[in-house]
């Protein structure tokens, strides 16, 4: 159910026909998260080096990669309680430490409006004698305050799933980033998966849908699905579970 919502995808039907490194890491994120998933779940070193080629080759793909893999990585580790596993996501780290100059200059950290702001109020509390409240003027919040705002547009259900409320290079006309149909099949499958799933999955797929987006809200100007790329497997995968659920209650009417 999973693919066939999947080949149907919107993003990825019009992502598909460009040469999109954001594409490629997409890849080898997926595949670097399902060796990992059974490395945990076989405790076989060979699925956990294959873990970390493709995480590599991703992390040299893509810039938001160099977040999202490690992360998810270390979070994968703690649900698992492996903690041994844990030393690969800091080696991850490490490795990608070395090229981030992409990612700098792309970073909020880097905006001046946001400097500006700090300033501002700065001279506002001084003006009012007012400097217990220097605090709330202190940009290292506004940053972190910023940041929160920005990882949660990334999941605005009117971004993801409607048309034409967010203009991108990367919408087909007359299309969210999602059917409204994989809506409600998302809804569905929340349900679904705490039913039937274990815990642990469960735990790595909401972990999965949660993390994806944290590269994305460190980085500058509106939300792009190429920086939550991440996100479309796995809301997919959750939507698969609703279309499977929905289609044996409607094999009870045929």
């Not at 490629?24 to 670097?32: E, Y």
């Amino acid at each position: 159910a999973s693919v066939f919502l999947l080949a149907f995808n919107p993003s990825l039907i019009l992502l598909s026909r460009t040469a999109l490194d954001a594409n490629v890491a997409l890849l080898f994120s997926v595949l670097a998260i399902w060796f990992y998933w059974r490395g945990l779940e076989k405790r076989k070193i060979f699925w956990i080096l294959g873990a970390g080629f493709f995480a590599v080759l991703a992390i040299f793909t893509y810039q938001a990669t160099k977040i999202f893999l490690p992360l998810m990585f270390l979070a994968m580790s703690f649900i698992y309680r492996r903690w041994l596993t844990a030393l690969i996501p800091l080696i991850l780290l490490l490795i990608a430490s070395q090229n981030m100059a992409r990612f700098t200059t792309l970073s909020i950290f880097q905006e001046e409006a946001l400097v500006k702001v700090s300033i501002e109020r700065l001279t506002f509390n001084q003006n009012l004698g007012l400097p217990d409240f220097n605090f709330f003027a202190n940009r290292r919040l506004l940053f972190g305050e910023e940041g929160i705002l920005r990882y949660l547009d990334n999941f605005n259900p009117s971004f993801l799933f409607a048309p034409k409320i967010h203009s991108s290079l990367y919408n087909l006309p007359n299309f969210g980033y999602f059917h409204l149909l994989e809506l409600v099949l998302f809804g569905v499958g929340m349900y679904v998966i705490r039913q039937e799933l274990e815990a642990k999955k469960q735990q790595v797929l909401l972990a999965w849908f949660l993390l994806s987006a944290v590269p994305a809200s460190l980085l500058s100007f509106v939300p792009q699905i190429t920086r939550i790329l991440p996100i479309i497997p796995v809301i997919i995968i959750i939507a698969g579970f609703g279309c499977l659920r929905l289609w044996r209650k409607a094999k009870v009417f045929i």
